[in-house]
């Protein structure tokens, strides 16, 4: 294993964990999935116990198998669409800093998930111990990642996103 293996395997695991965390807690968390779903309602995200269930089990899958590095560049998609409908729905009227509620992590999340699926996912990762080599590198690992990710998350908000009207 190099250097950049052991780098690459760091962030994969680092990125996914916290996503799946991040899924774990709407699961079993808080008001779990009954609390996210009335929040996702909120913001207009709706039906909010679809997207609550949809957030949920993405974040843990997409975190688990980014983590592994399994199917990487399709995991990093995944990535990507969570955090543009994240960054889209609670955090762009926040401006851009984590401290003020803002799309930093998010940026940070999805672009962190891109590199490792441009990069690939090293030697010490699934992909590579089951198909011999990283999976879909390099322009196929950018469009699979970033460009499939964005344009599901997109789909998403223009299929599902009803933000209430703000009385004037």
């Not at 760091?10 to 899924?23: F, P, S």
């Not at 994240?86 to 998010?106: K, L, P």
């Not at 962190?112 to 690939?120: E, H, P, Q, T």
Request: proline share 2%; aromatic share 12%.
């Amino acid at each position: 294993m190099t250097a950049m293996d052991m780098g690459l395997a760091l962030l994969r695991i680092c990125l996914g964990l916290t996503m799946a965390a991040h899924g774990y807690g709407k699961l079993m968390r808080g008001g779990r999935i009954p609390g996210t779903a009335g929040w996702f309602d909120s913001i207009g995200m709706r039906p909010g116990l679809m997207h609550a269930w949809l957030a949920a089990l993405t974040e843990v899958g997409a975190g688990v198998l980014f983590a592994l590095g399994l199917f990487t560049p399709f995991a990093a998609a995944a990535f990507v669409s969570l955090m543009l409908v994240a960054a889209w729905t609670v955090h762009r009227s926040h401006g851009f800093f984590i401290a003020g509620n803002g799309w930093e992590y998010n940026l940070i999340l999805a672009v962190g998930a891109v590199s490792i699926a441009v990069a690939g996912a090293g030697q010490f990762s699934l992909d590579h111990l089951i198909f011999g080599h990283d999976i879909l590198t390099g322009w196929a690992g950018f469009v699979i990642s970033a460009v499939l990710g964005a344009g599901a998350g997109v789909a998403l908000l223009a299929a599902y996103y009803r933000p209430a009207k703000v009385a004037s």
